[in-house]
């Protein structure tokens, strides 16, 4: 890199494989140098399965990159990890206090190793660990290192996943001769940049609606509570709309341009005609209420789960729910969520961490997760300076947040150009 404040964020969908080139200024605001995508099939519900292929299309997203950022010397990478497999699992780990007779910081790293072994025992790769609360003898500390005491219990949510997730990552970036520098949970780099403090603190719950996937992260008190990824996506309802009988292409942008998230907000329906896929046929006509009706129907499917683990709370969610991905974009989703769950709902805005000036291209939900890979290496690279600590065991860093009350402003986002018309 040219700079210590030069960042290179990938995002490894299911459908395309994109990069960001980013440097943080002085003012903490982040400045895009270039993105550049690649269409890609190499990764399957967060798993790198042909890493021959995805590693050809990052050494030409890096040479791309190196065009339109001007960062001739592109070596390191970061990464968003999010994959099907990952869940949360709550652990617990009690430690006698003998010599000395106070916490310290050897002995909560001691019981964090604790949890990850347990765990690996079990086949299950670790993705992060999650202090929840400390209690020492009997008593409920933030911060026990340096307290006096005879037992320490602590309380954590530990991510654990598929280990192919981590595995394949690690392989595919070798072959491309990039260093992988970080990589963050998925969820983690989207909730930096959706999120502040009082909302994690108060109870919210995001939700990431991919191609292949829909996540959902509940946050309370400060920390993750809840991971579920429900292997259903956006695509789904592209593939039930196909099953009317028109192309995949035609498919996606039937649902883009005319698609509804509740069938009982359609007026006024219209029908569309579409060619068949079958060259004798007539072109097929389709009602925009009946399309309503298709999604209605997958989305209720893809998010009961996601429904039933809100619905089962301990706690209320107090700052609501947050959308976002490029599946949050479907006409009336925001509406969708508010009848389902009478929950307060809005989208997901990441344009406050954004430099003045920047295209509003980037204020796209679909760039949340790279804005916020970049924002969450920035803390890690502090915290281990390029030069003597790279190759170094992560440590999940320690990110400011927004300011409580900062306002967040909701975007139009466009879906298609005008000239991207159904043919």
């Not at 991919?210 to 309802?237: F, M, R, W």
């Not at 029908?271 to 129907?297: H, M, W």
């Amino acid at each position: 890199m040219n700079s210590n404040k030069q960042f290179i964020a990938i995002d490894l969908g299911s459908s395309s494989i994109s990069a960001m080139a980013a440097e943080m200024q002085a003012d903490g605001a982040l400045r895009i140098l270039g993105l550049e995508s690649k269409i890609s099939d190499d990764v399957k519900h967060g798993i790198v399965e042909q890493r021959t292929g995805a590693s050809s299309k990052v050494i030409e997203l890096k040479k791309l990159l190196q065009n339109s950022s001007k960062i001739q010397d592109i070596s390191m990478v970061s990464v968003g990890v999010g994959a099907k497999s990952m869940k949360l699992m709550p652990f617990s780990v009690t430690r006698f206090i003998l010599n000395p007779n106070y916490v310290t910081d050897i002995l909560l790293e001691e019981m964090t190793e604790e949890c990850k072994r347990n765990f690996q025992l079990s086949n299950l790769t670790v993705f992060d660990i999650i202090p929840v609360s400390y209690y020492l003898d009997g008593v409920c500390l933030d911060e026990p290192a340096g307290q006096a005491g005879s037992q320490i219990k602590g309380n954590y949510n530990v991510v654990v996943g598929n280990p192919l997730v981590k595995e394949n990552l690690g392989g595919f970036i070798d072959r491309t001769g990039l260093v992988l520098e970080f990589s963050p949970l998925a969820v983690e780099a989207l909730s930096t940049v959706l999120l502040d403090d009082k909302e994690r603190e108060d109870g919210c719950a995001l939700i990431n609606f991919g191609g292949t996937t829909t996540t959902l992260a509940v946050y309370s008190e400060g920390v993750l509570q809840q991971l579920l990824v429900v292997p259903l996506g956006a695509k789904n309802i592209t593939k039930d709309i196909q099953e009317l009988g028109i192309s995949e292409a035609n498919a996606e942008r039937l649902k883009c341009l005319k698609g509804n998230a509740l069938e009982s907000l359609v007026e006024d329906p219209i029908y569309v005609q579409i060619p068949s896929t079958l060259e004798a046929q007539q072109p097929v006509k389709i009602s925009t209420k009946f399309l309503a009706t298709i999604i209605e129907a997958r989305l209720d499917e893809t998010l009961q789960p996601i429904f039933d683990v809100i619905n089962k709370l301990p706690f209320e969610l107090e700052a609501g729910i947050v959308i976002t991905g490029g599946g949050s974009k479907l006409t009336n989703m925001v509406d969708y969520m508010n009848e389902k769950t009478n929950i307060y709902t809005r989208f997901g805005d990441h344009s406050d961490w954004l430099s003045d000036y920047t295209d509003e291209k980037y204020y796209d939900p679909c760039y949340a997760q790279l804005v916020g890979t970049v924002l969450l290496t920035d803390e890690y690279r502090k915290e281990h300076p390029i030069e003597e600590t790279v190759n170094e065991p992560e440590k999940k860093p320690k990110l400011p947040k927004k300011k409580i009350g900062e306002k967040i402003t909701q975007r139009v986002f466009n879906f298609f150009n005008d000239d991207n018309k159904l043919n």
